[in-house]
């Protein structure tokens, strides 16, 4: 079977740093994508992590641990903009299907 | 920049219709995909397709069938839409191989009455 999990909400203060887990069990794992979805917009990309470690983009980084079945997106200096939600997909194996968590939402407050 | 684009933001439909949502890429992507996201559960996939004439089941395919007659244009059809069908549809594409980076459309949000 297959399964993700990601906190439903989460809230932060402006300027300060965030962390949002996923974790996920399935077979055939090939890569995690984080992705960010405004309200009643698409999901744009933010994120990809095949190898165990840590990616830094900007403001947002994102790490994986294959071993742990865990991921986590973290983003500093956090912007009234960042308000969204945050989904965590997961690549198998077979050709490019991915599977999402329910996604993250998060509060940005002043 | 990759375009996705779906036909309507915004469509009401009653019980029983056949609904045609259709979706179209710029990129000569090969793989396309259709979602529907619902508070609480995510993006779920419906279908998918790796080329022309070719689709393949999601997780949650009843009561939706495609079709990809052209490789940039891959349509979801509800055959008699119920008022479960009642979401926002998502589509995405991506090329073959690599990190298999989806694009996703701007969405369509359906009601169903």
């Known amino acids: 079977g297959q399964n993700i999990d990601q906190p439903t909400e989460m809230t932060a203060t402006e300027g300060a740093i965030v962390q949002i887990n996923c974790t996920y069990q399935t077979s055939g794992f090939n890569g995690l994508f984080w992705y960010q979805q405004h309200a009643g917009e698409a999901p744009t990309f933010l994120s990809y992590n095949v190898l165990d470690g840590l990616e830094e983009k900007g403001r947002f980084s994102s790490f994986l641990s294959r071993s742990k079945g865990y991921s986590y997106l973290l983003l500093k200096e956090l912007q009234m903009k960042d308000s969204a939600s945050y989904l965590c997909a997961v690549r198998k194996n077979q050709g490019g299907k991915l599977i999402f968590g329910q996604g993250t939402e998060l509060s940005v407050k002043p | 920049d990759v375009k996705v684009t779906q036909s309507s933001r915004y469509l009401v439909k009653r019980t029983g219709e056949k609904v045609f949502l259709e979706c179209v890429q710029d990129?000569?992507?090969?793989?396309m995909f259709w979602y529907r996201q619902d508070p609480g559960l995510g993006l779920r996939l419906i279908y998918f397709?790796?080329?022309?004439?070719?689709?393949e089941k999601g997780d949650i395919p009843e009561g939706y069938s495609v079709s990809r007659e052209k490789k940039e244009r891959f349509s979801l059809i509800l055959e008699s839409a119920s008022t479960n069908q009642t979401s926002m549809y998502l589509c995405?594409?991506?090329?073959?191989?690599?990190?298999?980076?989806?694009?996703f459309g701007p969405g369509t949000r359906l009601l169903v009455l």
């Open positions: 995405a594409s991506s090329l073959e191989g690599g990190g298999s980076l989806q694009y």
């Open positions: 397709s790796y080329d022309v004439k070719m689709k």
């Open positions: 990129m000569d992507h090969e793989n």
